[in-house]
Nanobody, 130 residues
Framework: QVHLVESGGGSVQSGGSLKLSCTTSGRSFDGLCMAWFLQSPKKERAEGAV???????GYADSVKGRVTISRDNSKNILYLQITSLKPEETAMYFCATLEWRPCVESVQQPMVLHDPRNYWGEGTQVTVSS
């Protein structure tokens, strides 16, 4: 069992930046494939960024170049730095642990969303105003 808690969301203007955090507990952080997903009333939950335990990363095309996913294995914390935020990126941002392998390819596989092996946080709200 893995417990995930997101933080760092808030309201920003279009073009602004945020850094989100996800703290993990309940099992060893080492070896976890971890990802950030976005979900809004207009869009199904979708993966935006993923990071393997060795630091390898993958990004959805829609956010590539504007986000950086990172992890601090010593603190069991996952991060997402987001820049140039767009109004359409107003959403709940969820962190998750994934069992998809190779880990970083999960961002290219929509079916990972429905993997029952996933563990999810409750999400943190990001609101981007025009």
């Amino acid at each position: 069992q893995v417990h995930l808690v997101e933080s760092g969301g808030g309201s920003v203007q279009s073009g602004g930046s945020l850094k989100l955090s996800c703290t993990t507990s309940g099992r060893s952080f080492d070896g976890l494939c971890m990802a950030w997903f976005l979900q809004s009333p207009k869009k199904e939950r979708a993966e935006g960024a993923v990071i393997d335990d060795d630091g390898s990363v993958g990004y959805a095309d829609s956010v590539k170049g504007r986000v950086t996913i990172s992890r601090d294995n010593s603190k069991n914390i996952l991060y997402l730095q987001i820049t140039s935020l767009k109004p359409e990126e107003t959403a709940m941002y969820f962190c998750a642990t994934l069992e998809w392998r190779p880990c970083v390819e999960s961002v290219q596989q929509p079916m990972v969303l429905h993997d029952p092996r996933n563990y999810w946080g409750e999400g943190t709200q990001v609101t981007v105003s025009s």
